[in-house]
């Protein structure tokens, strides 16, 4: 019993080790050798099952054995009754299948679309598929035109015709095929309307240096459609503009100078007339591919005429609007002076190092701004005002991020060290007095109150501004050395914490600039009261209508401050 038991396990073994084994090339040729096997499909037609082996051998599948693709078929084929399954090229093509698949191919195979292509349509049968490289393939540029033609017949004669398939035709691999217009895997239509027909299609080679000079094509015609009403408003979203197709045609592209082109003078008017009804040949004479910085070379009256009046009127722009800048600029400092000379400035506001300190906080703090936006924005007036030298940006942020922190740190020394720093810092500490005082403004600003806040030497403004910059100065501190030294950073702390530091660094920067704007700018240059400027940072006085009308305890704090600390004996009266 035990020695039957121990011979069934050891057949069956036997039969799935066998089974395991795949199946030899030579056990599939001893059939499909034969030149005249042939099958009938389900539609009546006759399929040769002949493998040609010397073919397989030149293939892109000659390192692969029947049973690679063909792993269904066991020994028993055909015996057994089965029809083989279609070939998953997916087994070992996994990316191209998944590209495939959102493709217009792709997707009309999915709805159900028997017509639809599918690799073998392209590629080839699997026994004889060869490198796009090989002048065999159907995927040869040069052949490639005819693969697809098979079922796009129309548009294949059309391409065969236009200066493409002619440039093709001489063997030229710089002229497009099928696939480099609608992708490969991917197919894609271009539908009218467009722009990535613009943008990325037609531009990828008529932006090419290389490829207009062998050709002797013009360079500027991607940027000069670009900068026109059509490629500005594509650029921007709008999904009726036209593109170049809409102009050029699709497959068909021919040169203005033959006469059934739809850029030939003489078809100009309708197609501009399929964007443009009632368009008449004096409207189609208007240039797309204008270059207004040129005059143009093909004696075209129009263009030289534009060129002209837009040299006469930048010279008229420049000379008008520079006259009256300089004019004007020379009456706001004659009348700037005027009012600084009649200020009267007399009441100390700051001493000379807080006012050094202010100077040296604003040029570095304006200028971490410029190229902190030039280097967010690379694409940004910021960035166009610095120049193309991204390295310069970077460092030139550097070493003002480095000197707002060297002020910082000189500001600390000067609130320990010095009498009139503590006494600043003890002035400008928050007290319930700010919450009353915005209490009594709010209502005086509404209208409500005639009385609007009396204020010391500090009042809730300045204080929010000094505590502010004290903050956003520690944390754009801390963020932008974090993002600086990020090699090193990252040997202690996750990544991600860098990235999150980035973010806050970004925000804080947008957040301190607008207050810097809305808030500090309106107090120290656009109040009407002190306007064009608070002299205070440069002179460290200001009048005293403005400081009496501003701060009117002031003085009260300053008189009780001295006389807190005058000696008892200095108070005694004289005898």
Same mark, same amino acid.
């Given at each position: 019993?035990?020695?039957?038991?121990?011979?069934?396990?050891? @057949?069956?073994?036997?039969? #799935?080790?066998?089974?395991?084994?795949?199946?030899?090339?030579?056990?599939?040729?001893?059939?499909?050798?034969?030149?005249?096997?042939?099958?009938?499909?389900?539609?009546?037609? =006759?399929?040769?099952?002949?493998?040609?082996?010397?073919? @397989?051998?030149?293939?892109?599948? /000659?390192?692969?054995? $029947?049973?690679?693709?063909?792993?269904?078929?066991?020994?028993?084929?055909?015996?057994?009754?089965?029809?083989?399954?279609?070939?998953?090229?997916?087994?070992?093509?996994?990316?191209?299948?998944?590209?495939? =698949?959102?493709?217009?191919?792709?997707?009309?195979?999915?709805?159900?679309?028997?017509?639809?292509?599918?690799?073998?349509? $392209?590629?080839?049968?699997?026994?004889? *598929?060869?490198?796009?490289?090989?002048?065999?393939?159907?995927?040869?540029?040069?052949?490639?035109?005819?693969?697809? =033609?098979?079922?796009?017949?129309?548009?294949?004669?059309?391409? +065969?015709?236009?200066?493409?398939?002619?440039?093709?035709?001489?063997?030229?691999?710089?002229?497009?095929?099928?696939?480099?217009?609608?992708?490969?895997? &991917?197919?894609? &239509? #271009?539908?009218?309307?467009?722009?990535?027909?613009?943008?990325?299609?037609?531009?990828?080679?008529?932006?090419?240096?290389?490829?207009?000079?062998?050709?002797?094509?013009?360079?500027?015609?991607?940027?000069?459609?670009?900068?026109?009403?059509?490629?500005?408003?594509?650029?921007?979203?709008?999904?009726?503009?036209?593109?170049?197709?809409? $102009?050029?045609?699709?497959?068909?592209?021919?040169?203005?100078?033959?006469?059934?082109?739809?850029?030939?003078?003489? !078809?100009?008017?309708?197609?501009?007339?399929?964007?443009?009804?009632?368009?008449?040949?004096?409207?189609?004479?208007?240039?797309?591919?204008?270059?207004?910085?040129?005059?143009?070379?093909?004696?075209?009256? =129009?263009? +030289?005429?534009?060129?002209?009046?837009?040299?006469?009127?930048?010279?008229?722009?420049?000379?008008?609007?520079?006259?009256?800048? #300089?004019?004007?600029?020379?009456?706001? @400092? /004659?009348?700037?002076?005027?009012?600084?000379?009649?200020?009267?400035?007399?009441?100390?506001?700051?001493?000379?190092?807080?006012? +050094?300190?202010?100077?040296?906080?604003?040029?570095?703090? *304006?200028?971490?701004?410029?190229? %902190?936006?030039?280097?967010?924005?690379?694409?940004?007036?910021?960035?166009?005002?610095? %120049?193309?030298?991204?390295? +310069?940006?970077?460092?030139?942020?550097?070493?003002?991020?480095?000197? #707002?922190?060297?002020?910082?740190?000189?500001?600390?020394?000067?609130?320990?060290?010095?009498? &009139?720093?503590? !006494?600043?810092?003890?002035?400008?500490?928050?007290?319930?007095?700010?919450?009353?005082?915005?209490?009594?403004?709010?209502?005086?600003?509404?209208?409500?109150?005639?009385? /609007?806040?009396?204020?010391?030497?500090?009042?809730?403004?300045?204080?929010?501004?000094?505590?502010?910059?004290?903050?956003?100065?520690?944390?754009?501190?801390?963020?932008?050395?974090?993002?600086?030294? /990020?090699?090193?950073?990252?040997?202690?702390?996750?990544?991600?914490?860098?990235?999150?530091?980035?973010?806050?660094?970004?925000?804080?920067?947008?957040?301190?600039?607008?207050?810097?704007?809305?808030?500090?700018?309106?107090?120290?240059?656009?109040?009407?009261?002190?306007?064009?400027?608070?002299?205070?940072?440069?002179?460290?006085? @200001?009048?005293?209508?403005?400081?009496?009308?501003?701060?009117?305890?002031? !003085?009260?704090? $300053?008189?009780?401050?001295?006389?807190?600390?005058?000696?008892?004996?200095?108070?005694?009266?004289?005898?």
């Amino acid at each position: 019993m035990k020695c039957g038991v121990f011979t069934a396990t050891l @057949v069956i073994l036997a039969a #799935l080790a066998a089974r395991a084994e795949p199946i030899a090339d030579s056990s599939c040729m001893d059939c499909h050798a034969d030149k005249d096997l042939w099958k009938t499909n389900a539609a009546g037609v =006759g399929v040769s099952l002949f493998v040609d082996l010397e073919k @397989v051998k030149a293939s892109a599948h /000659k390192t692969n054995s $029947c049973a690679s693709c063909h792993s269904d078929i066991t020994e028993q084929h055909p015996d057994d009754g089965k029809s083989p399954q279609p070939v998953d090229c997916g087994s070992c093509h996994k990316e191209q299948t998944e590209t495939y =698949g959102a493709s217009t191919h792709g997707m009309a195979l999915a709805e159900g679309s028997a017509g639809a292509a599918g690799c073998v349509d $392209c590629h080839g049968s699997g026994h004889s *598929i060869l490198p796009p490289t090989s002048t065999e393939s159907q995927l040869h540029y040069m052949r490639i035109g005819e693969t697809c =033609g098979a079922c796009h017949d129309e548009e294949a004669r059309e391409v +065969l015709e236009s200066v493409h398939g002619e440039a093709l035709a001489k063997g030229y691999r710089e002229a497009p095929t099928c696939t480099d217009c609608h992708s490969e895997h &991917k197919i894609q &239509k #271009l539908s009218a309307g467009s722009q990535r027909a613009s943008a990325d299609v037609c531009s990828s080679c008529h932006a090419s240096e290389r490829i207009n000079t062998k050709f002797k094509m013009p360079s500027d015609r991607v940027r000069t459609f670009f900068d026109s009403y059509h490629g500005l408003a594509g650029k921007y979203g709008s999904a009726t503009a036209a593109n170049c197709s809409s $102009c050029h045609g699709v497959h068909k592209i021919l040169p203005s100078s033959n006469t059934n082109s739809t850029i030939h003078p003489t !078809n100009l008017a309708e197609t501009c007339g399929k964007c443009h009804p009632g368009a008449t040949e004096n409207f189609a004479q208007s240039k797309i591919h204008v270059d207004a910085s040129s005059a143009g070379s093909d004696g075209d009256v =129009g263009t +030289l005429t534009n060129f002209w009046v837009r040299r006469i009127y930048l010279i008229l722009i420049f000379g008008t609007i520079g006259f009256m800048a #300089l004019h004007n600029g020379a009456v706001f @400092v /004659k009348k700037v002076r005027a009012r600084y000379q009649s200020a009267h400035l007399e009441v100390p506001r700051m001493d000379l190092s807080q006012r +050094l300190q202010h100077m040296v906080l604003a040029a570095s703090f *304006i200028w971490l701004a410029i190229s %902190g936006f030039a280097l967010k924005f690379p694409d940004s007036w910021f960035a166009w005002m610095m %120049g193309s030298n991204e390295q +310069l940006r970077s460092w030139s942020h550097r070493v003002a991020g480095v000197v #707002l922190l060297l002020v910082g740190a000189y500001h600390i020394y000067y609130v320990v060290a010095n009498r &009139k720093g503590r !006494n600043l810092v003890k002035d400008l500490m928050p007290t319930p007095k700010d919450a009353r005082d915005l209490a009594v403004n709010a209502k005086y600003l509404a209208g409500i109150s005639p009385e /609007k806040a009396r204020i010391g030497r500090f009042g809730y403004a300045e204080k929010m501004e000094y505590w502010a910059v004290v903050w956003g100065t520690v944390i754009m501190g801390v963020t932008g050395l974090m993002v600086w030294f /990020k090699m090193e950073v990252t040997q202690f702390i996750p990544r991600w914490i860098v990235d999150v530091g980035l973010t806050i660094h970004y925000y804080e920067a947008i957040l301190a600039c607008l207050a810097i704007i809305v808030w500090h700018f309106y107090h120290v240059m656009f109040d009407p009261d002190i306007y064009p400027l608070n002299w205070a940072c440069i002179n460290g006085k @200001v009048s005293k209508h403005w400081h009496e009308d501003e701060h009117p305890l002031e !003085n009260i704090e $300053c008189a009780r401050a001295e006389q807190a600390v005058v000696k008892p004996e200095e108070a005694k009266p004289q005898a």
